[in-house]
């Protein structure tokens, strides 16, 4: 995108007013400037601070000193009606002052005597909100944002600025395999935001996936990270779940085109997945799993923190969170136990039909690399417009596991608190567990452990089956419910495992 070129097809358009919704001032700046001396235009631009200035005078002693009475913003606006001076003429962190009706008349006066002399009127804020008169008069222009070609160009650029010959004389080492992801995540940032960050992760001359995480992170924070949309730093490796093969090859055919030009291998982007399945059964630890083994920022939309009491909110903050997401991409969207936030019901006054309207349009509508990953424990609670193909990938149902994955579960948490695998029988403690889930068999070794401690004695297999032996699993307690989950599920999903 060349920027000059879009800002003067907005003075050849002969708008009175330009919105421009940035925080890079100093860049906006520099290029109204250029625009203005290239067509010779007079250029002026106002501050709280100073008042109003020309910037590109002829005369150096009249160009050093602020218009008088043009400090206040509203001697600022009379000055510009009344003057016949035409000209370009940028108010900063104007947002501040929109509200008032007598700024908002004199905006509209001069914009209606655009005919008579011509002076456009740029303001700048980081959000603008105009009246409704004022909008239809009014061009918004947005600074581009630098694309992969750019970040790369920054990054040398700001690694040949550090480690010139003159300095400590070090150079930028890293890997490629951290340095192709940083590049991805920068896209969607403003180019000094950008650069901030880039200097951050490289100024000890190491770029590591430690900084990886650390710039992911910042950029969550710039994007307006809060309490609905929240970043997962906890991402799973597929290595740490035992079973779930069939969803794992499926994943792994879907990651290059997913990471890559999905277009141009003559493939569809992927979309999304549904995981429906017994709670506790590794659903939610899949979702982690797939951001960890995409090498991408898994976000979490929560549910609870959305639903607002006043009319239109929660759809708004969905559509933050959503926009969130976008700027986050590459990434994977998580929304756990989605059944409770879409399932449409009578007594919500419509919120719950809103809400999947607002998903339903930016399932449809998305273009970003951002890959939808839904949990769900009733599925039957969510309405088939959700689900269908098209929307979702495919639906994985994962089951509570089978004799030989349990085996490996066991396997996985003894190793993960630092219990050899090889002192237990695995095997025996596997076949005692028929219906367990996987977090179930976690929680019998978690308990034990906390029983061999209170003995003062090592942990064992007794003390594993003692704990299974009084544990009612769920598929016991809620033996109906599960017995017309998997057999709902049996016919109509893919098996994970």
């Given at each position: 995108?060349?920027?000059?070129?879009d800002?003067?097809?907005?003075?050849?358009?002969?708008f009175?007013?330009?919105?421009?919704?940035?925080?890079?001032?100093?860049?906006?700046i520099a290029?109204?400037e250029?625009?203005?001396?290239?067509?010779r235009?007079?250029?002026?631009?106002?501050t709280?601070?100073?008042g109003?200035?020309?910037?590109?005078?002829?005369?150096?002693?009249?160009?050093?000193?602020?218009i008088p009475?043009?400090?206040?913003?509203?001697?600022?606006?009379?000055?510009?009606?009344?003057?016949?001076q035409n000209?370009?003429y940028?108010?900063?962190?104007?947002?501040?002052?929109?509200?008032?009706?007598?700024?908002q008349?004199?905006?509209?006066?001069?914009?209606?005597d655009?005919?008579r002399?011509?002076?456009?009127?740029?303001?700048?804020g980081?959000?603008?909100?105009?009246?409704?008169d004022?909008?239809r008069?009014?061009?918004r222009?947005?600074?581009?944002?630098?694309?992969e070609?750019?970040?790369r160009?920054?990054?040398?650029e700001?690694?040949?600025r550090?480690?010139t010959?003159?300095?400590?004389?070090?150079s930028l080492?890293g890997?490629?395999?951290?340095?192709d992801?940083?590049?991805?995540?920068?896209?969607g940032l403003t180019?000094?935001?950008?650069?901030?960050?880039?200097r951050?992760?490289?100024?000890d001359?190491m770029?590591?996936r430690e900084?990886l995480q650390?710039v992911?992170a910042?950029?969550?924070?710039?994007?307006?990270?809060?309490?609905v949309?929240?970043?997962e730093?906890?991402?799973a490796?597929f290595?740490?779940?035992?079973?779930?093969s069939?969803?794992?090859?499926?994943?792994e055919?879907r990651r290059?085109?997913f990471l890559g030009?999905?277009a141009?291998?003559?493939l569809?982007?992927?979309?999304?997945?549904?995981?429906?399945?017994?709670q506790g059964?590794?659903?939610?630890?899949a979702?982690?799993?797939?951001?960890?083994?995409?090498?991408?920022?898994?976000?979490r939309?929560?549910?609870?923190a959305?639903?607002?009491?006043?009319l239109?909110?929660?759809?708004?903050?969905?559509?933050?969170s959503?926009?969130?997401?976008?700027?986050m991409?590459?990434?994977?969207?998580?929304?756990?136990e989605?059944?409770?936030g879409?399932?449409?019901?009578?007594?919500?006054?419509?919120e719950?039909?809103?809400?999947?309207g607002?998903l339903?349009t930016?399932?449809?509508?998305r273009r970003?690399?951002v890959f939808?990953?839904?949990t769900?424990n009733?599925?039957?609670q969510?309405p088939?417009?959700?689900?269908?193909?098209?929307?979702?990938?495919?639906?994985?149902f994962?089951?509570?596991?089978?004799e030989?994955t349990?085996?490996?579960?066991f396997?996985?948490?003894?190793?993960r608190r630092?219990q050899?695998?090889?002192?237990?029988?695995?095997?025996r403690?596997?076949?005692a567990?028929?219906g367990?889930?996987?977090?179930?068999i976690?929680?019998a070794?978690?308990?034990?452990?906390?029983?061999?401690h209170a003995?003062r004695e090592?942990?064992?297999?007794a003390?594993i089956?003692?704990?299974i032996?009084?544990?009612?699993?769920l598929?016991?307690?809620?033996?109906?419910?599960v017995?017309?989950?998997r057999a709902?599920?049996r016919d109509r999903?893919?098996?994970a495992g």
């Amino acid at each position: 995108m060349n920027d000059q070129h879009d800002f003067e097809v907005i003075l050849d358009s002969r708008f009175p007013l330009v919105s421009v919704e940035t925080h890079e001032e100093t860049r906006f700046i520099a290029l109204i400037e250029r625009v203005a001396n290239l067509r010779r235009h007079a250029f002026f631009v106002w501050t709280a601070t100073d008042g109003l200035r020309r910037c590109n005078h002829p005369d150096p002693l009249t160009h050093r000193g602020a218009i008088p009475e043009t400090q206040d913003i509203r001697g600022c606006l009379r000055h510009i009606h009344a003057t016949l001076q035409n000209g370009i003429y940028v108010l900063l962190d104007v947002h501040h002052y929109l509200s008032d009706p007598v700024h908002q008349r004199l905006l509209k006066s001069t914009a209606l005597d655009f005919g008579r002399s011509a002076r456009t009127l740029v303001l700048v804020g980081h959000k603008l909100d105009l009246p409704e008169d004022l909008d239809r008069m009014c061009a918004r222009f947005a600074l581009s944002l630098p694309d992969e070609r750019a970040i790369r160009a920054l990054i040398k650029e700001e690694a040949q600025r550090l480690f010139t010959p003159a300095s400590a004389g070090g150079s930028l080492r890293g890997d490629q395999e951290v340095l192709d992801p940083l590049v991805k995540h920068l896209v969607g940032l403003t180019q000094e935001d950008a650069r901030r960050l880039v200097r951050h992760a490289i100024q000890d001359g190491m770029l590591t996936r430690e900084d990886l995480q650390q710039v992911i992170a910042h950029k969550h924070k710039l994007v307006g990270g809060d309490g609905v949309l929240s970043l997962e730093l906890d991402t799973a490796r597929f290595s740490d779940i035992a079973g779930l093969s069939r969803l794992k090859r499926w994943l792994e055919q879907r990651r290059e085109p997913f990471l890559g030009d999905a277009a141009a291998m003559g493939l569809d982007p992927p979309r999304g997945v549904m995981l429906l399945g017994v709670q506790g059964g590794g659903k939610s630890m899949a979702a982690k799993a797939v951001a960890g083994a995409w090498g991408v920022p898994l976000m979490r939309i929560d549910f609870g923190a959305l639903y607002s009491k006043w009319l239109g909110e929660t759809e708004r903050a969905l559509r933050e969170s959503l926009k969130g997401a976008e700027a986050m991409a590459p990434c994977v969207l998580w929304i756990d136990e989605i059944e409770k936030g879409l399932a449409t019901g009578q007594g919500d006054g419509g919120e719950s039909r809103r809400i999947l309207g607002t998903l339903l349009t930016w399932m449809a509508e998305r273009r970003s690399k951002v890959f939808l990953v839904a949990t769900a424990n009733d599925i039957e609670q969510l309405p088939p417009e959700l689900i269908r193909k098209g929307r979702m990938d495919e639906i994985f149902f994962v089951d509570l596991p089978d004799e030989t994955t349990r085996a490996e579960i066991f396997g996985v948490h003894l190793d993960r608190r630092r219990q050899a695998r090889a002192g237990f029988d695995v095997a025996r403690l596997a076949a005692a567990t028929e219906g367990f889930s996987g977090a179930e068999i976690e929680q019998a070794i978690v308990s034990a452990l906390y029983e061999s401690h209170a003995r003062r004695e090592a942990l064992s297999d007794a003390l594993i089956l003692e704990e299974i032996a009084r544990t009612r699993p769920l598929s016991v307690v809620m033996r109906e419910k599960v017995s017309h989950l998997r057999a709902w599920a049996r016919d109509r999903a893919v098996p994970a495992g």
